[in-house]
């Protein structure tokens, strides 16, 4: 690619070239990095993920297909902002918090009430971590939340997640074969122990497992309309044309007909808000130990850290910005972890194969935002955009669980966990929390009040599996809760 030009080369060891813009590092295409056709190509191919959002925006705001996908164009162009202003991330929705949010969406009337809390909630959820994040707090708040809670969370929003799916009347009833053999393929591909001796085994098993739920995705636009549950698609050889006037005018607060909403429903969303942001700073920490890890492979060659105050402040303005331009269920969070994996391990061969992280996750976010674009790409993914999502809630609702239970330290952690996420599904996160901070002070008691990262756990005992987690045990594969064949697949 040396037709591209010099500009973007840089000397081993420095930070790859930029122009320094306050907080941010602003990096411009083909001129600060080497465009990367193998992640652009991918990119093109996966926007069938970031387009399973679709039926939700149809179903629950009762969206048109052209102005559901012109939200997915305007996320997708605000995903471009993360690569372009040094973040080395390749981000994507809060996928653990949706169901939560379509939970709390619920208790609204569909219409403009709806899309009122909608709005308020993601403003708000962007106001806080904008200002998390430029003032360096962001780890201060999530410290103070007890395992407890951390963990009924996630197993909350796991159970939510699967609920999603197989609750009466929903998705697995209207395709219920094409579910099945489509999970059934993606947790064989992603968590199967026998797969994982193939891939280590065999080159084409390893690209195969890299491309995250692609391969089920392409199986499920064969197996649906054979089985009779989806048509098969119809190609449109044209170019989508976003519907950017009626969104504005007739689907945001600066709209008559929408408006904003009151001041009330701020409040009532903040526990939501503080929910789901505990999830999203657990991405964070993903992405710190991976980009962490895709450096040391390369000794050093390229200077690449990750900045989580600069993801945050990235990452509220891109909800201010989308609750403002295009209210979005799928939010905008800082990773896509299952591609930010596959990019990293590509990253890590060496300069030839990727010579800057940048490089890599810019092309790719650059390749799903040209394919919304094409209409080919989209009405060939459009009839199995339900069985998508389906597939995403699934899996993440399988990651969720395992990972929120590793999250408790002891035993009775764990009880209140269940708990917690008993509550955060039937009731909401409001009463989750009030719930969750009352056992904590009834079962800790006063130490636990001044410090519960230390509290004293010689009368309640450590969690076994967390032990294997903390020395490494290979012993029971199981208990390890993300690596880089199990991880959060969100777009």
Same mark, same amino acid.
């Given at each position: 690619?040396?037709?591209l ?6 000397k081993?060891g420095?930070v ?9 590092q ?5 001129i600060h990095y080497?465009f990367e056709v193998?992640?652009?190509i991918?990119?093109?191919?996966m926007c $069938?993920?970031?387009?399973?959002? !679709?039926?939700i ?13 012109t939200i997915?164009?305007l996320n ?5 902002w993360?690569?372009?202003l040094?973040d080395p991330v390749?981000?994507?929705?809060i ?9 709390w969406? +619920? ?5 403009v009430d709806?899309l009122?809390?909608?709005?308020a909630?993601e403003m708000?959820?962007? *106001?806080?971590?904008l200002?998390l ?8 708040f999530?410290?103070i939340?007890p395992?407890?809670? +951390? ?5 909350? $929003?796991?159970?939510?997640? #699967?609920r999603?799916?197989?609750?009466k ?5 209207s395709?219920p ?7 059934g ?5 992603l968590?199967?122990?026998?797969f994982?001796t193939l891939?280590? +085994?065999?080159?084409?098993?390893r690209?195969?497992?890299d ?8 199986l ?9 549950e989806?048509?098969?698609?119809? !190609?449109?050889?044209s !170019?989508t044309?976003?519907q ?11 709209s008559?007909? #929408? ?12 526990p ?6 505990v999830v999203l700073?657990?991405e ?7 980009i ?10 390229e ?11 990235? @990452?509220?303005?891109r ?7 295009g209210?979005?269920l799928?939010?905008?969070g800082?990773?896509?972890a299952?591609?930010? #994996? #596959?990019?990293?391990?590509r990253?890590?061969?060496g ?5 800057s992280?940048?490089g ?11 394919s ?9 993914v459009?009839?199995?955009?339900? !069985? ?7 899996v ?6 395992r990972v929120g239970v590793?999250?408790a330290r002891?035993?009775?952690d764990l ?24 056992? @904590?002070?009834? *079962?800790y008691g006063k130490?636990? *009040?001044?410090?519960w ?5 010689? +009368?309640d ?9 903390e ?5 029971q ?6 690596d880089?064949?199990?991880?959060t697949l969100?777009?």
């Amino acid at each position: 690619m040396s037709w591209l030009g010099p500009t973007y080369k840089r000397k081993f060891g420095e930070v790859q070239p930029h122009i320094p813009l306050g907080p941010f590092q602003l990096r411009l295409p083909f001129i600060h990095y080497r465009f990367e056709v193998p992640d652009f190509i991918q990119g093109l191919l996966m926007c $069938a993920v970031c387009l399973g959002i !679709i039926p939700i925006l149809q179903e629950y705001l009762g969206m048109p297909f052209e102005i559901a996908i012109t939200i997915v164009i305007l996320n997708g162009f605000f995903y471009l902002w993360h690569a372009h202003l040094g973040d080395p991330v390749i981000p994507g929705w809060i996928t653990p918090a949706i169901p939560l949010l379509l939970l709390w969406l +619920k208790t609204f009337p569909e219409g403009v009430d709806r899309l009122h809390a909608l709005i308020a909630f993601e403003m708000e959820l962007g *106001i806080f971590a904008l200002l998390l994040g430029a003032t360096g707090l962001a780890k201060r708040f999530v410290d103070i939340v007890p395992d407890a809670l +951390k963990s009924g969370i996630l197993i909350g $929003a796991g159970i939510a997640a #699967v609920r999603l799916v197989f609750e009466k009347g929903g998705r697995f009833d209207s395709y219920p074969w094409t579910i099945t053999i489509a999970i059934g393929f993606a947790f064989y591909i992603l968590f199967s122990n026998h797969f994982k001796t193939l891939r280590n +085994k065999h080159v084409i098993f390893r690209y195969l497992s890299d491309l995250g739920l692609m391969p089920s995705l392409v199986l499920a636009i064969i197996i649906a309309p054979l089985l009779g549950e989806l048509p098969w698609p119809t !190609i449109t050889w044209s !170019i989508t044309v976003p519907q950017f006037y009626t969104l504005f005018t007739e689907w945001t607060p600066f709209s008559a007909r #929408v408006g904003w909403p009151p001041l009330s429903l701020f409040l009532d969303a903040f526990p939501l808000v503080a929910a789901t942001y505990v999830v999203l700073f657990g991405e964070l920490i993903q992405a710190e130990a991976l980009i962490d890890e895709a450096r040391e492979f390369r000794h050093g060659d390229e200077n690449v850290h990750y900045d989580a105050n600069r993801n945050n402040i990235i @990452c509220g303005i891109r909800n201010v910005s989308m609750s403002m331009l295009g209210p979005d269920l799928s939010m905008c969070g800082p990773l896509w972890a299952a591609m930010q #994996v #596959v990019t990293c391990e590509r990253y890590k061969h060496g300069r030839e194969a990727m010579d800057s992280l940048f490089g890599g996750v810019a092309s790719f976010r650059l390749g799903t935002f040209t394919s919304y674009f094409l209409m080919p790409i989209v009405t060939l993914v459009k009839p199995i955009l339900p !069985i998508s999502l389906s597939l995403t809630m699934l899996v993440q609702g399988y990651v969720a669980v395992r990972v929120g239970v590793l999250k408790a330290r002891t035993f009775n952690d764990l009880g209140v966990a269940g708990i917690v996420a008993s509550v955060l599904i039937s009731r909401g996160a409001g009463f989750a929390f009030s719930v969750g901070v009352v056992l @904590c002070l009834l *079962i800790y008691g006063k130490d636990f *009040i001044r410090n519960w990262s230390t509290y004293d756990t010689s +009368k309640d005992p450590i969690f076994n599996s967390r032990i294997d987690l903390e020395l490494g045990s290979s012993s029971q594969s199981d208990s390890i809760p993300i690596d880089k064949n199990q991880r959060t697949l969100d777009s």
